[in-house]
């Protein structure tokens, strides 16, 4: 596992007109976790996205030491691609061996539908692949986005355990979710809304 180190200081997001939230402090280091939590459109993919860097906060700073791997509603695979082969896109840049590869897929259930088109994927299986493609990102930091919203209950045991292991192996992961989910050692982050 490469050296992580995620933290953000004083967050502000503005999206349009509307501050969503400010004042948002987190600081994670190797083995660590924190769930975030809040209502409907608090902010909390805002959040997801600015800590991947993918979205600028209005005010405040974010500073990473590895690389990210997010994990959110859109999968990124290939809907005309069969699902092999699109995860072997992905495991192609991410340089994952051919071993690595058979391991991921198998370790979400995922091995006999290989051949399968993932636009005929259930949503579940759609994010069992989204799951196997993190896993083979091999980046320290996980950031997952409503990682349980369409598993199955063998499937949110299967993340639990995932995001639980990734941390005992040095890895950061912050999740935001409404659901439920074991998070061992996880510290709470509330969003609250901005009131003037
Ligand atoms: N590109 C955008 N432009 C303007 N407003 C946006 C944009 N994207 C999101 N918003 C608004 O920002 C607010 C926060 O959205 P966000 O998706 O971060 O909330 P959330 O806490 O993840 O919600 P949920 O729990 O429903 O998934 C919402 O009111 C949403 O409408």
Known sequence: ????????????????????????????????????????????????????????PFSGEVNRTGSVALLDERPALDPQLSLGSALAFWADLDGVATQERAACTGHVGLSDLLEVPVRFLSTGQRKRAALARMKG??????????????????????????????????????VASHQPMALPMASTLQLAEFVP
């Not at 953000?8 to 349009?16: M, V």
């Not at 990102?137 to 996980?142: C, D, L």
């Not at 598993?151 to 299967?158: I, N, P, Q, R």
């Not at 639980?164 to 890895?171: K, P, R």
């Open 137 to 174: 990102q091999q980046a320290p930091i996980w950031l997952l986005d409503e990682p349980l919203n369409g598993l199955d209950t063998a499937g949110v045991a299967l993340t639990e355990i995932m995001v639980a292991n990734h941390c005992a192996a040095g890895g950061i992961a912050v």
């Open 1 to 56: 596992m490469q050296a992580c180190h995620l933290s953000a200081s004083n967050l502000a997001c503005r999206r349009g007109e509307r501050l969503l939230f400010r004042g948002v402090d987190l600081a994670l280091e190797p083995g660590e976790a924190c769930h975030v939590a809040g209502p409907n459109g608090i902010g909390k993919t805002s959040l997801m996205r600015i800590l991947a860097g993918l979205l600028r």
